[in-house]
Every structure is written in C-alpha cells, then in structure tokens.
C-alpha cells in the first residue's frame, strides 16, 4: 500500500509508549496497533486529530504517501 504510517517514528521522537497515547487519546490499544502497524484501512479525522493533537505534529508527520507500483494478491 502506497500509503506508510509513521506512528511509531513520531511516538519514539516523543518519547511516548503506544500505552501511553492510547490513554491520552482514549483509543484501545489494539486500534492504534493496527494503525502503528500498517494494517489499517481506515482513519477517522477525529482519531487523527486527537493523535496530532497529544504529539503535537501535523498528519503529514504520521502518514505518508509513497508512489510505487505494489500490486495486491487476490
């Protein structure tokens, strides 16, 4: 998937654990693994927000667009 999630770089710069965030921002924690992880296919702007927000970034510094020609197996 073109898209990268870069949660976990942004959380090491912080200093914060996945736990961490989870609390502050009042999402379960194996929702924000997912995200972490890349296995995501969906994010709210209100999750977004509330991330952004408690690490004090911008959306581009968590997701990022790579162009490439990945193709899915079916």
């Known amino acids: 998937m073109p898209i990268r999630v870069k949660l976990d770089d942004m959380l090491h710069a912080r200093r914060l654990t996945l736990s961490e965030l ?12 997912v995200l972490k992880t890349g296995k995501a296919k969906a994010i709210r702007f209100s999750t977004l ?16 667009y790579e162009d490439g020609d990945e ?3 079916a």
């Open 22 to 33: 989870s609390a502050r921002v009042d999402i379960t924690l194996a929702n924000l693994s």
């Open 49 to 64: 927000e509330a991330i952004c927000r408690e690490l004090d970034c911008k959306p581009g510094d968590i997701l990022d």
């Open 71 to 73: 193709t899915e197996d």
